[in-house]
């Protein structure tokens, strides 16, 4: 009884390390109860095909999957808002947590930029000033901007509602980032109000074409949960 309750207890560190939206702890994909079934389908398959997706950086030759067509491939889940993509986004990470183990991480794709332009600044106020405030800072942010980059799977929400600006930074930043974690075998889950033919207008057009290779497509349609029936 009391191995149970601590279990329970350390459950709540996994899903507040992993960035998890609150609301979402603890929530499996058996969890949710309305879902589109091809919708269900997908995120069910995304799971139970798993070790074909994630190669650990370690893994040697014969533990490479004979069909390598799912090696690094994450989801794109695209719908209008109040659909369930961070609802759906969300109990991907617990239930592939909870089947495999390993690091999950969640993260608004605005709050990744962001971090990003945080760091820099940072550091460089640490190299003119030698300020340990701003070391420490910059540490914190350096973590986790690793983690985004290399743990098993992340969670990018909300992509296209960062702030863009006239030096393409964030689309930078996504190619960069979206490239470097299918190379490595690392898959990604990205969710977005944007449809993919239109990925061109807020990224480029390299970027909307590699997404289809990146991810599997797809769409959240429905009503909007969040307004009553
Ligand atoms: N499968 C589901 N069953 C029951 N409720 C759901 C389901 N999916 C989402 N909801 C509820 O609907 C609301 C909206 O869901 P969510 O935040 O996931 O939508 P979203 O598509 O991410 O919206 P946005 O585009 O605004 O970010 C939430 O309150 C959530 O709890
Ligand atoms: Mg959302």
Request: net charge neutral; proline share 3%; glycine share 6%.
């Amino acid at each position: 009884m009391q191995t149970a309750e601590v279990q329970t207890r350390d459950e709540s560190l996994i899903w507040r390390t992993a960035r998890i939206p609150v609301k979402h702890w603890g929530q499996s994909i058996k969890d949710l109860t309305e879902m589109h079934p091809d919708v269900r389908q997908t995120v069910e398959r995304f799971v139970a095909t798993w070790t074909q997706r994630y190669i650990p950086q370690d893994a040697t030759m014969t533990q490479l999957p004979e069909d390598r067509s799912l090696v690094g491939k994450g989801l794109l889940l695209f719908g209008n808002a109040g659909t369930g993509k961070t609802t759906t986004a969300s109990a991907v990470l617990t239930t592939i947590r909870r089947s495999y183990g390993g690091v999950v991480f969640f993260v608004p794709f605005a709050d990744y930029v962001q971090a990003l332009i945080d760091h820099r600044n940072w550091r460089d106020l640490y190299q003119a000033t030698g300020d340990e405030l701003a070391r420490e800072r910059f540490i914190q942010l350096q973590k986790m901007l690793d983690k985004v980059l290399t743990c098993p799977i992340v969670v990018l929400d909300d992509m296209g509602k960062e702030h863009h600006t006239s030096s393409g930074f964030a689309a930078d930043v996504f190619d960069a980032l979206i490239r470097g974690r299918h190379r490595n075998a690392r898959p990604t889950i990205l969710t977005s109000n944007n449809k993919p033919g239109d990925w061109d207008k807020t990224y480029n057009m390299s970027m909307q074409s590699f997404l289809t290779e990146a991810c599997e497509v797809v769409a959240m349609t429905g009503r909007d949960h969040r307004r009553a029936a």
